[in-house]
């Protein structure tokens, strides 16, 4: 099997793999997670162009923009989940706001300079930029599992998801700066970027296949 065909088995299987979770959120409570049916449909999109493409001369940077616009979606659905846990506290409600506003702010940032610093043609400021947001979401996805670990009611459904997002998000921010460091390390990072996807795509599937159980009481606190 050449690498062609390996990289179109991937990518189709992929896609069932988007297409099963999609089912499997519409047969749940979808509110929590509007964003993350928003995330699986953008995946499924820009695979479905990808391999409509792949070979063609324009390939490449639509590749990288579509990775740039996945991402920023990763980081959106973050973003959403972190508001949803800290909207169940009322008396956190402000602290979710400013929590978005500020990782909003360090996200422009950190792409902006990725964008604005490199005069390395295109690939190279994409994955940087990509890395910077990648980072910046993992960031963000460690302090919702803090909110729901320290919550008094421990929605089991919200922190496998949120594991899943980790996951990918750590596997992203390594596979990224692997490309960056050398050309021989780009078969790894690619190799880790699927790794850590799949992973993810195999945990939101666990998740989701199993019927939601009442939000289990976190241990208390001790005095």
Same mark, same amino acid.
């Given at each position: 099997m050449?690498?062609?065909?390996?990289?179109?088995?991937?990518?189709?299987?992929?896609?069932l793999c988007?297409?099963?979770?999609?089912?499997? +959120?519409?047969?749940?409570?979808?509110?929590?997670?509007?964003?993350?049916?928003?995330? &699986? +449909?953008?995946?499924?999109?820009?695979?479905?162009?990808?391999?409509?493409?792949?070979?063609?001369?324009?390939?490449?940077?639509?590749?990288?923009?579509d990775?740039?616009?996945?991402?920023?979606?990763?980081?959106? &659905?973050?973003?959403?989940?972190?508001?949803?846990?800290?909207?169940?506290k009322?008396?956190?409600?402000?602290?979710?706001?400013?929590?978005?506003?500020?990782?909003? &702010?360090?996200?422009?940032?950190?792409?902006?300079?990725?964008?604005?610093?490199?005069?390395?043609?295109?690939?190279?400021?994409m994955?940087?930029?990509?890395?910077? &947001?990648?980072?910046?979401?993992?960031?963000m996805?460690?302090?919702?599992?803090?909110?729901?670990?320290?919550?008094?009611?421990?929605?089991?459904?919200?922190?496998?998801v949120?594991?899943?997002?980790?996951?990918?998000?750590?596997?992203?921010?390594?596979?990224?700066?692997l490309?960056?460091?050398?050309?021989?390390?780009?078969?790894?990072?690619?190799?880790?970027?699927?790794?850590?996807?799949f992973?993810?795509?195999?945990?939101?599937?666990?998740?989701f296949?199993?019927?939601?159980?009442?939000?289990?009481?976190?241990?208390?606190?001790?005095?």
């Amino acid at each position: 099997m050449n690498s062609d065909t390996f990289y179109f088995a991937l990518a189709c299987f992929a896609l069932l793999c988007y297409a099963y979770l999609l089912h499997l +959120i519409l047969k749940g409570p979808i509110r929590p997670y509007v964003a993350l049916f928003i995330d &699986l +449909i953008v995946l499924f999109l820009t695979n479905v162009a990808e391999l409509a493409l792949y070979g063609a001369d324009i390939y490449p940077k639509v590749f990288y923009i579509d990775d740039m616009f996945r991402q920023a979606i990763v980081f959106i &659905l973050v973003i959403s989940l972190v508001y949803y846990a800290l909207t169940s506290k009322g008396d956190k409600r402000s602290l979710g706001r400013w929590l978005i506003i500020g990782a909003t &702010l360090l996200a422009a940032i950190f792409i902006s300079y990725a964008l604005l610093h490199s005069t390395n043609g295109f690939i190279r400021p994409m994955t940087n930029a990509v890395r910077n &947001l990648s980072v910046t979401a993992m960031v963000m996805n460690l302090i919702l599992w803090m909110l729901l670990l320290s919550s008094r009611t421990l929605d089991r459904r919200l922190l496998t998801v949120t594991s899943g997002l980790g996951v990918q998000m750590a596997g992203e921010a390594i596979g990224q700066s692997l490309r960056l460091m050398a050309k021989s390390l780009i078969p790894f990072s690619n190799f880790v970027l699927i790794a850590s996807h799949f992973l993810c795509l195999a945990i939101w599937i666990s998740a989701f296949r199993q019927k939601p159980r009442p939000a289990a009481p976190s241990a208390p606190s001790r005095p």
